[in-house]
Structure formats: C-alpha cells, structure tokens
C-alpha cells in the first residue's frame, strides 16, 4: 500500500515520528505542497492509495485523476479543504481529527485574554528596562490591571474547545455562558446556555469558537450592523 502525506511539516516538524505510518505501507512524506498547483497534487499523489493532508487541499480533478485513491485523512480538526461530495462519489472515505488541538487552542484563547488583562509582554519588557527599579513605590504596573474573577465570559461556539476555553475559565472564577445550536449534556455541566442576544449583552468577555460565518454574524449582530 502507498501512503502520501502532502504536507508533513505543519503536522510534524520533526518532534514527532512517521513510523506508525511506515508500519503500514510505503511511505512518501512532503513537507509542503503548494496548494494552488493542483497539478503537482495530482503528480505527488500518483497511484497511491491513501493520502494525509493538513491544509492541502484536494479538489474534485485531484479525486478524479488519482484512481487508486481509496482513503483521504486530514490530519487536522476540519475537513472543508476536501471535495467531500466527489470523494463521497467514489466511495472514498474521508477522515479528519475531532480532538485535535482542543486543549492547547483552549489554553491559547486563555493565554491571549491574560495578556490583554495584564499586559504581561509589555510590564515584562518594561521591568527589564528597568522602570520598575526606577519607581519609588514597591508595586508597579504602566497598564490598569482586569481581575476577571466574577466576571462573566461569552462563548460563541460550544463544541470540544469552546468547552475547554469554558472549563479553564471556570477555573479562573468567571462565570461561563454559551451560544450553539446544539445543546450538549457535557455543555451543560460547565456553561449555561442562553440566546445569541443574551451573550452578546451580559459577557464582559466574549470568546469565538465558530466557523467564519458565524464568526462574521456575530460580530455584526454585537455591532448592531
């Protein structure tokens, strides 16, 4: 069996290993694939079987040209670079990875809402140039300071990382509440759900886990355009 991976790097930049993959068949890895030459796909992929991709995507004449294709993974949460409905056509099934980045895209969206509670790259520069030692007072900070216990944060979007942004801001004594259009038991334990409108009116911080076109909504809506 020949397996491709079209664009390895992104995945892997060499922290991990490609073995696994080895084990079951010949193995061809690219690092990068550029992804508006789709005759270079179609030329890498060849007569294999199998092909992984993370952003390359594989269009409806990638499908067509490469007859032996019998498996699409994306190494990846989504999957909107695949043609699914050619790919469902030929019966060539079509993978992705559901759990893939949720706790660290969970703890990021946290990290960037400290950052613009506390400034902390700034004060940290600062302190180094020595503004701190140069004050008279013991306490020192160049930016007003958010606590965010008790304050109420937003989510737009309630699926496996809006959940963790939600446990981990739980944990930071915030108070959580969540807009989606499925209602899930899991959702339940950690955030309350309510409309778009409420999220929009009662969260001191709101958090966007949703496609761009909800995304583009949203904002709108909060915006009142």
Request: hydrophobic share 35%; charged share 20%.
């Amino acid at each position: 069996m020949k397996i491709v991976v079209l664009d390895g790097y992104t995945l892997n930049p060499g922290d991990l290993s490609w073995e696994g993959l080895k084990s079951l068949g010949e193995l061809t890895v690219y690092d990068r694939t550029p992804v508006n030459e789709n005759q270079i796909i179609i030329n890498r992929i060849g007569d294999a079987e199998v092909v992984f991709v993370n952003k390359t995507p594989i269009r409806r004449e990638t499908i067509e040209s490469c007859s032996k294709l019998k498996f699409i993974g994306v190494l990846a949460t989504g999957y909107n670079t695949i043609d699914i409905t050619a790919a469902k056509e030929k019966g060539i099934p079509v993978s992705n990875v559901p759990s893939y980045g949720t706790m660290a895209v969970g703890q990021f969206a946290i990290a960037l809402l400290l950052e613009i509670c506390h400034h902390i790259g700034h004060h940290n520069e600062s302190v180094h140039q020595g503004n701190w030692e140069s004050k008279p007072d013991y306490s020192y900070w160049d930016y007003p300071l958010i606590e965010l216990a008790d304050k109420t944060m937003g989510i737009i979007g309630f699926g496996r990382i809006g959940q963790q942004t939600g446990k981990i801001a739980k944990a930071l004594g915030m108070k959580v509440i969540a807009f989606d259009t499925n209602i899930t038991e899991p959702g339940k334990e950690i955030a309350e759900y309510v409309s778009l409108d409420n999220v929009l009116s009662k969260s001191d911080v709101i958090s966007l886990h949703c496609s761009p076109i909800q995304k583009e909504l949203s904002i709108k809506k909060a915006s009142g355009k």
